[in-house]
């Protein structure tokens, strides 16, 4: 099979939305208004282990990409794949159906149309994917729009996919709830498209909730200034019962830890004016998801951590590429 | 200097015509009407040696997208850049800073804005390159559109780039103007412009004349019958100066399989009806590109190579990324 089947048997399906679809120079869709544009990449051994699961893996590399969109308050459009690959998986048509299945149903359910495909051979797997969505540009969720007084809010729960991938490097099967959340994110879409007009500022959680929000206190300040802050109450961390029972050995630190610098977690982190509690609960029931208010934006630099009121000392790091070199974080 | 830095350092440019560049979930650009996307994957060891020119590799990642667009008629609109590489290459400001002085240079001077980056660790270079175009739907330049009895053209030279890559293959270094071809292909996206409406279908040539020309005539069968075919004129094949001196020891066989099945052109081939002949003419000289007539498509499926006349059977085989172990061509 050269790499011209490959496209063809795995990933070229009847057009949907679009004009044209793979398989000329470039593939054609219309689009009207503002697109919102986003690409990510994941490397064997980097982003994910080589025995990974190859339907999670096809899961997770466009949920990843559809949880930018939501953090933008953006509509799926189409998506491109670029997949490098060693020529036995390429020929192993039990795991290329796995993968192509994972990435193919995600795309479907999200109306999001793979419009470009590149396959390779490569002595590693390396996995790019580009993701176009939709927003009325005033309604876009801008990192830089959050303002002193903001609620912060979080969707879902912290921790669950950290925890389940600290079990698997110590050897150990997580639990199957923390395994589903570390394999197969659910992209926050419909949440961030209803937070439009809402909320001030998002950003999706994918190294750890102290190090992404630090990214919208620094891109909200204002021009030469010093970052914005926060503080936040340990307590209400949204924590899964799964979480609860994997961690029941652990110190409350290590805990924090996982849920603040675990990463993985992609969930939506966003901020809105007290005025809009109500808006906001409404915008989360109406898209299925829960959000938890956890703190609120300073004037002052830095992230402050509250228990019952009283200042927590914590020491987080959040992942760099460049810097840290044990894997990052993996779809098994 | 951690992921984020890299992004700003080498490749945040003050947005033109975006509403929101690198740094966001997403970046923001405003679109109108339909549009053509593409993407490729280069992969050191495979498209490229570790010891490329990275100027010049950084300019032939987004020249080959490039060279979608214009085989689509398409007018380039945004790109999106994925670059994993060692951390030793990251932390090389020179290199980095050739590598993104060569991508920004062709991005700025085709008006293609960076709008979405990612740079990540890995045991070797891969770049991923996604790039969005916007042409007129009805406009766009398909393959499938070749009609029997349609001229059959390209434009530049043809194998410029394979006989420099023989060249540094063999540890000679090629002579200064097809070195340039491999390393710097210029896209024909004016030219491709002004085919809209004139020519009936183009692919641009990145694997060899004879496999893509196949894809056109593949492509443009009506449904449930054979694929077109073609006779073409050998001694038409557009040819350069330096490429005869380079081929003056080589027989006429080992010259056209330089031109028709060597690769890396990154010229248009494209077919148009013959009442078309002096539009074309004009348009080729509004872009500034020869084009050349090289023969014409017929009904019956199959190459027909000719020479004065008589009928030169040629043995042909253009490149398969899953097939072919050796490198498939090189920036440097």
Redesign the interface.
Known sequence: ???FE?IRRYFTRPARRA??GV???????????????????L?E???FLSEVDPEALGHKALAVNLS??A??G?EPL?C?????LP?PR??DSGWMQAFSHGFNTLAERYDCEL??????????I?I?V????Q?P?EQ?L???RAQVGDDIYVSGYLGDAAMALAWLQAGKAPPAALRQRLERPEPRVALGMGLRRIAHA???LSDGLSGDLQHILT?SAQSGTSPLGASIDLEQLPTSPEFEQAASGLTPEQKWHYQLAGGDDYELCFTAPVSKREPIAQAAAQAGVEVRRIGHVERDSGLRWLKQGQPVTLKLQSF????DTSLKHTAA
């Not at 580009?130 to 969505?133: E, F, Q, R």
């Not at 760099?320 to 810097?323: G, L, Q, S, V």
């Open positions: 099979m050269n790499e490959l004009r044209l398989g000329d120079d470039c593939a054609l869709i219309d689009a009207h208004g503002t697109l919102a544009i986003s690409t990510d990449a490397i051994g980097r982003h930018d969109l953090a933008m953006a189409a491109t794949l670029a997949l490098a020529a390429a020929q419009m470009g495909g590149d396959t390779t051979a490569s002595p590693l390396m790019s580009t993701i176009i969505g927003v540009p876009a801008r990192r830089s998002a950003i999706d891109a760099d590429h460049f810097i």
